[in-house]
């Protein structure tokens, strides 16, 4: 995450793609963690068959954002 946000500081690119494969208990989530919830959309697994569907779909188009590809290493 450390290195995300110096991108985003740098170069201006936020790279960074929350997924969440379960839900997380609110005494582990840390203040920087929950803040990024609070402010970016994120991606929750789902064992819903269409959700699968709907979860990958949306995965796929946010690493192929011009915004994200370019720092995929």
């Known amino acids: ?7 985003l ?7 960074l793609i929350l997924v969440l ?7 582990q989530i840390s203040k920087t ?10 991606l929750q697994w789902t064992n819903d068959v269409d959700g699968k569907k709907l979860f990958w779909a949306k995965l796929t188009e946010a690493i192929r954002d011009e ?5 995929i290493v």
């Open 9 to 15: 500081f740098s170069k201006g690119n936020d790279v």
């Open 21 to 27: 494969y379960k839900p997380l208990p609110k005494d």
């Open 33 to 42: 963690l929950k803040t990024l919830l609070e402010t970016k959309m994120y």
């Open 1 to 7: 995450m450390h290195m995300a946000r110096q991108k």
């Open 67 to 71: 915004r994200v590809k370019e720092t």
